[in-house]
């Protein structure tokens, strides 16, 4: 009987062990870290449309009404970073030198509603 | 062989009536996305640059500032601290690309037809930091064969007129406010420059997303 607690008990200890073990890997798996930003938003009828803060490095901006559309980059303390204007369908503005804390957004440039749809990630090339 | 009865006919020639339109359907979408997305439509022959025609650098130069553009871009002018490419990512879209020496590049494209018919523009906007590197507001065109001259006008409405290199027109001006081109199928294209980051009124707004 005493062997049988003893190795039901070491039993629950490997049981723990792998548990927290488990855990902890798929939380290193699932919380994305400053290296892996890829952040789609959108809106199907607005004039401007921000995107989640995170850490940021290239932003697209689509509209899908085609007339026109700014893709800009703001650092998470409000910082203007720089825009992309552009006539046609898509912006993108790319940070080459980095990526840093911030968000991105889109807007129309004609004042009027569309659907818009943008893209923030922190990748290295401007494509 | 065995004879068939009267609703097993019925049947037969539902299925038979089913698969036709199936098929008529699905050739209708394809045309129907074929057009809509520019399939068949390369671009190539309204951009010299594209075809080879025009004197190039070629692909995958790197840009002032040792930033690679993306790949398949042509580099079509290099002016001051900006390199300016055209690039089609497919048969789609057409798109001018600016990389700057101070860290910052956008790109902007427009679907094939329109590309072809008017030309793209991309407005570069620079924040302080870049600002403070030797970035200022940079308009670039990218303009299709027949447009040999660009005016850029700026707030206080005077004009400077640019000769097109490469299918592309490129001006560095902190006020510039429109462009504008006489295009090959007739008219003028005309296309507003924005006075400040958009919406200037919206911004910042941390947590309102």
Known sequence: MSFLKTLGRRFRTVLLVTGLVTSAATAAVTVPGAS???LPYSCSSCTYKKGPTNYVR????????????????????GEFVQEAYSSGYKALVCHKSGEFYGWGDVATRDGGSAHLAGREDNYAGCE | MRQMKP?????????????????AVCASAGTMFAVA????????????????????????????GGIAPPAGARLAVVAGSNSVFAWQPSNAEICVVDLEAAGIGGVAC???PQAEAHGVVLALRPGATALAGGATLTTAVLVPDGVSTVSFVDRSGSIRTTAVENNVAVLADAQLASVRYSIPTGGEFVQPIPTSPAPASAAPTPGSE
């Open chain 1, 36 to 38: 892996g930003t890829n």
């Open chain 2, 37 to 64: 997305f520019g399939a068949g439509s390369s671009g190539a022959q309204h951009f010299a640059i594209f075809t080879g025609r025009a004197s190039v650098a070629g692909s995958g130069t790197t840009a002032a």
């Open chain 1, 58 to 77: 290239n932003n697209e901006g689509i509209n899908y009404s085609y007339n026109g559309v700014a893709a800009t980059l703001w650092k998470s303390n």
């Open chain 2, 110 to 112: 427009d679907r094939t």
């Open chain 2, 7 to 23: 609703m097993q006919r019925v049947t037969l020639r539902a299925g038979r009536l089913l698969l036709v339109l199936a098929v």
